[in-house]
């Protein structure tokens, strides 16, 4: 198994540009997340899914969207890139929600200019 | 909202020392994740537990639910064993919303 993937590894976004940050699991997954890490902070939540079709706002969504159209993808969409939006990507899964080992992807690196 | 607290923020020991990380947490929760991120930037789960204590290799984890505290012990410690250390917890509340993480500690293991 790959386990979840991650592309691209790294990207330097414009400001006002768009883009969508890929990431893919291989182990049959429920759930889904979307984190970020900025320097000094702990990782934050962005959305997670439950499920195909089913996607929830985490603690800072703004500025994000998600899809989950099967069980292996969750793509993260950026609509009007922003320097706040400077930052590493993790993208992580777990078979269920409580009491499970969440796999973490290797990270995208965004920098936006 | 839970406050994850770790400590010491950065540490740096010699090879062999017996290290100690501290984690504290202000909700009750469901269950306590560690873990580690290499300097490269991967994340890798060492440990989830709800009680007690769970022990792998030279890595020791332990909680206290009483007292919303969390240690993660290395034993003969090893350059190799130099990275972020970071504890997360699982709400109990219900809702599917991930991990609250702490800030990590930073362990430098010199030879």
């Known amino acids: 198994n790959a386990g979840v993937t991650q592309t691209p590894k790294f990207r330097i976004l414009k400001i006002g540009q768009s883009m969508t940050l890929q990431c893919t699991q291989d182990m049959n997954h429920n759930y889904m997340y979307w984190y970020r890490q900025d320097p000094g902070m702990g990782l934050k939540l962005i959305y997670y899914?439950?499920?195909?079709?089913?996607?929830d706002k985490g603690e800072v969504p703004n500025g994000y969207n998600v899809s989950r159209s099967t069980t292996e993808d969750f793509p993260l969409r950026l609509e009007l890139a922003a320097p706040s939006q400077t930052s590493v990507y993790f993208c992580a899964s777990s078979k269920d929600r409580e009491l499970d080992t969440q796999y973490f992807g290797p990270g995208t690196r965004l920098t936006v200019l | 909202k839970n406050e994850v607290e770790q400590s010491p923020q950065n540490l740096t020991a010699q090879e062999g020392e017996f290290i100690t990380i501290n984690c504290s947490y202000s909700v009750g929760i469901s269950a306590l994740h560690w873990l580690q991120q290499h300097p490269g930037g991967g994340i890798v789960s060492l440990f989830m537990?709800?009680?007690g204590k769970k022990k792998h290799g030279r890595l020791i984890a332990t909680i206290n639910i009483q007292e919303k505290h969390s240690s993660l012990h290395i034993t003969a410690s090893h350059p190799r064993d130099s990275a972020v250390y970071i504890c997360a917890v699982e709400g109990s509340g219900g809702g599917a919303d991930g991990l609250t993480f702490g800030k990590g500690t930073h362990l430098i293991i010199q030879p």
């Open positions: 899914s439950v499920g195909a079709g089913i996607t």
């Open positions: 537990l709800s009680s």
